[in-house]
């Protein structure tokens, strides 16, 4: 690695996903990162959606080099996509990256579901490492999605943070409707959560079984500042996300608790 980030003059990018190195998501993200800086790519060797900030504690974790070119290096790794982001800023850059960037994930994470989401979860462990990040996902489940407008809007917004940079223990999660987009707005994270969240069926020896489904229940749905207006709408929606997840609004009156 060493040979490829030898010169510190070129920002250094570091990419993951939660959809797999394979994911067509994440090819279509490095693509948008090529002529930004150099690039290190470490991402899950399979599918590990839902994962949230999960992380391996019961088995070791195994990195191997899949693809090399000029400013360039890609690994998969056996573990989560929080998993990737430690064991690549602990073991595997060369110096601290000048942005991380995650995705392009195949689905929203917009409202609560950035709860769940190992795109967002890799971007908040960069963000504790102090590294700007960001995390891009695509509203379209469908086989065929088109990821070209939401890379376009990830090459955008990456270049503002290489110029800007974001607060500390602030990151920034992003997605993106289907089809033409009208513009990018920057909102708030919808207030609302999951519904009839599963199906039950049987297995083949006729025991229930239950099969993760569900419909968003929108509690803003008249809320122009948020990100689900903003995408039924056309638009491209940027949260900023703090890690520091304190109530400071509640804290006065919990100091009055007589406990």
Known sequence: MEDLFMSNEKPLILVTNDDGYQAKGIKSLIEAMKGLGDIIVFAPDSHRSGMSSAISTSQPLRARVYHREEGLIAYHCNGTPVDCVKLALNEFVPRKPDLLVSGINHGSNAGISVIYSGTMGAAIEGCIFEVPSIGFSLCDFSPDADFSATATVARHLATEVLKKGLPRGVCLNVNVPAGEIKGVKMTTQT?????????????????????????????????????????????????????????????????????
């Not at 207006?229 to 009055?256: N, Q, S």
């Open 191 to 259: 207030e609302g959560k999951w519904v009839n969240e599963y199906q039950r069926s049987k297995d083949g020896a006729g025991r229930d079984v239950y099969w993760m489904t569900g419909n968003f229940e929108n509690w803003q749905a008249d809320n122009e500042d948020n990100d689900e207006w903003a995408l039924a709408r056309g638009y491209a929606a940027v949260v900023p996300v703090k890690i520091d997840m304190t109530a400071y609004d509640f804290l006065p009156e919990l100091k009055t608790w007589n406990v």
